[in-house]
């Protein structure tokens, strides 16, 4: 029996019991296993081992390569960013999405789901905490010229995320709009995360984006005007231009994790921008007099959208404790 080795890899699928790891940038996926109850000091999510993360591994020297059989997951290294969430029905459980991002992609719809603004906030204020680059894609854009309703709401949207400092992406996989560009985007390198609520898209912009690819998709549910989770597993993909894309499952609910009250605030750039213009400190920007933050939502400058969503957000803060 040849002796054990200890190399390092990336993790590229996680079925929650089972592995794939694969050498990035080299493609060559193998699959491993955890022995035990694998935990990262200081942690409380339900998956000790994320997408994403890159792992040291025990394999036999002498089979497939260094991979014969299931390789063995030993610890996990530290990581440079994560996005995290908490269950919105298990107020005590939190989850790790992905580890290790380059660039997230917040995939949201106006309709056909509707992508509740609340909702984008949340995992906006988590990336800004966990220092993860942001771009959100408005999919489906080509809905939107069919109904005078639907445009004025982009438009509005178009003028929240911007004023708030965020790139937004207009793209149709039907028409082909803004598929170019991000797919530009996507193979500089890196991984990239593509994430969202259910039925708005993902993995059929991943099979636009490189048609080698063939991620799941169905159709809306007509019944309840949302999607039906076909992305069953989180997954890295490999791009033929370059770079990976991480397909993660639709979610539901997105609840803040290890994340004070007093520094939510600090996670809106455009509350951030002006807050140290206010009187008192520290401010919770609800009721203070002297508030710049509350100035300037009366004056329009900060949205009240998103100030709505801040409060829900202090609101909420509290359910968790």
Not at 30 to 36: E, I, L, N, P, Q
Not at 60 to 75: E, K, R, T, W, Y
Not at 237 to 253: A, E, H, K, M, S
Not at 310 to 317: N, R
Request: glycine share 10%; proline share 4%; aromatic share 8%.
């Amino acid at each position: 029996m040849g002796d054990t080795i200890i190399r390092t890899a990336t993790v590229v699928k996680n079925t929650g019991s089972h592995y794939l790891l694969s050498e990035l940038p080299l493609w060559k996926p193998f699959s491993a296993v955890t022995r035990g109850r694998l935990r990262l000091k200081g942690s409380a999510s339900t998956n000790p081992v994320a997408v994403g993360d890159c792992v040291e591994y025990s394999a036999s020297a002498d089979a497939g390569g260094g991979h014969g059989g299931d390789a063995v997951i030993l610890s996990v290294l530290p990581r440079k960013n994560y996005i995290i969430r908490r269950s919105a029905n298990l107020s005590r459980q939190c989850h790790v999405i992905a580890a290790n991002i380059d660039t997230a992609y917040l995939i949201v719809t106006l309709d056909s789901p509707q992508t509740k603004w609340p909702f984008i906030d949340r995992f906006l204020v988590t990336c800004e905490a966990y220092k993860i680059p942001v771009t959100i894609i408005l999919n489906k854009t080509d809905l939107y010229r069919e109904d005078a309703d639907l445009a004025a709401l982009k438009g509005r949207f178009h003028e929240v995320y911007g004023s708030a400092g965020y790139a937004v992406m207009d793209v149709s996989v039907l028409t082909g709009e803004g598929v170019d560009g991000l797919r530009e985007k996507c193979n500089r390198g890196g991984i990239s995360m593509f994430s969202g609520i259910s039925g708005v898209g993902k993995s059929s912009l991943i099979k636009a984006i490189d048609p080698a690819l063939d991620p799941r998709t169905s159709e809306i549910s007509d019944k309840y005007r949302q999607g039906r989770h076909t992305t069953t597993f989180y997954e890295i993909y490999p791009l033929c231009g370059g770079g990976f894309i991480i397909d993660t499952p639709g979610i539901r609910g997105f609840g803040l994790v290890d994340i004070d009250r007093e520094e939510i605030s600090t996670y809106f750039p455009e509350m951030l921008r002006v807050s140290d213009n206010c009187r008192y400190k520290p401010c919770t920007h609800t009721h203070e007099p002297g508030c710049a933050v509350l100035d300037a939502v009366g004056s329009g400058s900060i949205s009240q959208e998103r100030y709505m969503s801040y409060l829900g957000m202090l609101e909420d803060e509290g359910k968790y404790r």
